[in-house]
């Protein structure tokens, strides 16, 4: 079931007049005409549910004139027309006029009497209050047409917080924009596009603090990136997991083409942060895919990472230098053991030496929890900003590539 959120302002005119009669034209083309955008809206999206958020001196009663006219209880009427010009309604009162709304509206109708929200308390308050109206799950679409207008700002929060701390999706969201009336019309303007590009920002941040590029899968997907792209996106990451880095790289190189060209929808926007996350997948050779890949992982503070990608980059390129294959474990084994015993016989520079010793040192300290034999890892053990440092200044010096 879908549920309209449709917040109810207070008259552009004088409390006899109410809204002005208004002829909107949905994005469709299809056109309504109306006082009240809600309304209509719910009409022609055709939704199970209509969730109405007003303050005490919002025009419930003008809504409920306009609406229910006759039907409902002449006594309710006057008596909250008198609360609204007190602006006093409370929500027994308007509880008490919900089975008329109902009926009138056709489907299920709950109001909610929501602070005027002009501090941080009371606006945290209306984003708690308003997702207690939602089962996880559950699919909204969101109309701030009326109401002040800091609650339009208000409302593109709620959007996140439903879908973050509710598990609502909010499909949606409606603007009447009375301003940009022609020749007797009012669009409705489509704003979803704004939540995506925060959805998109939101999952781009979560990315630089895991690396996870699968966060961006179904937002890419919805962008238009070809279903068998997304798929691969998710099995590199998946590979990434393993340390199977070759075949990670061979599984996003058609990704990574794909990127070349423009996106669609918000995905446009971010473009460039996405390719920067995949720029590793285009180095030449294992090795500086590789040390790409640590320096991510040094970015967003992943230490053991770091020294593990760091330090098999190390060896990689031995592997190569020797002319072997980097992929071929025997190869690295022997590579590993004919640089420890060059460094025994002082054959590489200072360097060289305190590079290989720095990220081996590390790598094993952080894999086992343990204190490092040599006096300056253990020190640096203590001082993760410093051992950050060293370690970003190890890694660029194995290659003149830019990180």
Known sequence: MTTLISFLGKSQLDSRQGYRTVR????NGQQRETAYLGLALAEHL?????????????MWDLLVESTVGDGADEA??????????????????????????????????????????????DQQALLERLADQFARGERAVLDVTHGFRHLAMLGLSAARYLAHAGGVSVE??????????????????????????????????????SGDLTRLAPL?????????????????WQLLGIMNVADAARTLRPVVRALDEPLKGAAQLYQEQLIRHLRWVKANGLHEQLRL?????????????????????????????????????RARER??????????????PEWKRSAYKLLNNVRNALAHATRPSHDQHAELMQNPERLRRELEATLSRLTNTPA
Do not use: C
């Not at 009138?104 to 002009?118: E, F, H, K, N």
């Open 220 to 236: 890419l997907e919805r962008d238009g990136l070809p279903p068998e792209h997304v798929k691969a996106l998710v099995r590199g």
């Open 335 to 348: 590579a590993a053991e004919q640089f420890k015993q060059d460094l025994r016989e002082g054959k590489h």
């Open 76 to 121: 309710l009427r006057l008596e909250l027309m008198e609360a609204v010009r007190a602006g006093s309604v409370t929500e027994a009162l308007l509880e008490a006029l919900r089975p008329a709304l109902q009926r009138r509206m056709g489907r299920p109708v709950a109001t909610l009497l929501i602070p005027y929200a002009t501090d941080f308390a």
């Open 46 to 58: 055709q939704v199970g549910r209509i969730l109405l958020l007003g303050t005490p001196s919002s």
């Open 293 to 329: 890949l640590a320096l991510q992982a040094l970015r967003r503070g992943d230490l053991l990472r770091t020294a593990l990608l760091g330090l098999e980059s190390f060896l990689a390129r031995e592997v190569v230098n020797a002319g072997g294959d980097p992929l071929d474990y």
């Open 172 to 209: 949606a969201i409606y603007y009447g924009a009375l301003d940009m009336t022609v020749d007797g019309i009012t669009p409705v303007v489509e704003l979803s596009g704004l939540a995506h590009v925060q959805e998109w920002a939101e999952s781009l941040a979560a990315v630089e603090a």
């Open 24 to 27: 909107y034209r949905f994005p």
